[in-house]
């Protein structure tokens, strides 16, 4: 478990911020940006928020669903039915991975 945290954290950070333009030579942009689907926008709100609100709270808010709105991907955690309370929520760049907001709901 430890080690896929850090491998998705190493995909986090490579996607938000740690490459080199794409005008640069010999960078690469794929057409689809860094987070193309559903899935990779799922794990990157993972990585993001285990180390902010610890392993068990985000596990226990699986599963996450992702959402695109225009070039933005809404990543929210959802509860067992009958439980109230909030979720946390992550809304991320599709094109370059950038972490736009990052909020637990009450």
Not at 6 to 27: H, K, M, R
Not at 55 to 71: C, M, S, V, Y
């Amino acid at each position: 478990m430890r080690k896929r945290l850090v491998a998705i954290f190493c995909i986090v950070l490579f996607a938000a911020g740690g490459v080199v333009p794409s005008t640069a030579q010999g960078s690469y942009k794929p057409k689809a940006g860094y987070v193309p689907d559903a899935g990779t926008a799922v794990l990157i709100a993972e990585a993001i928020l285990t180390p902010i609100y610890g392993a068990d709270q985000i596990h226990n808010e699986r599963p996450f669903r992702a959402t695109l709105q225009g070039q933005i991907w809404f990543v929210r955690g959802s509860l067992p039915p009958g439980y109230d309370g909030g979720v946390a929520e992550v809304e991320i760049s599709k094109d370059d991975g950038r972490i736009l907001r990052v909020m637990h709901g009450k």
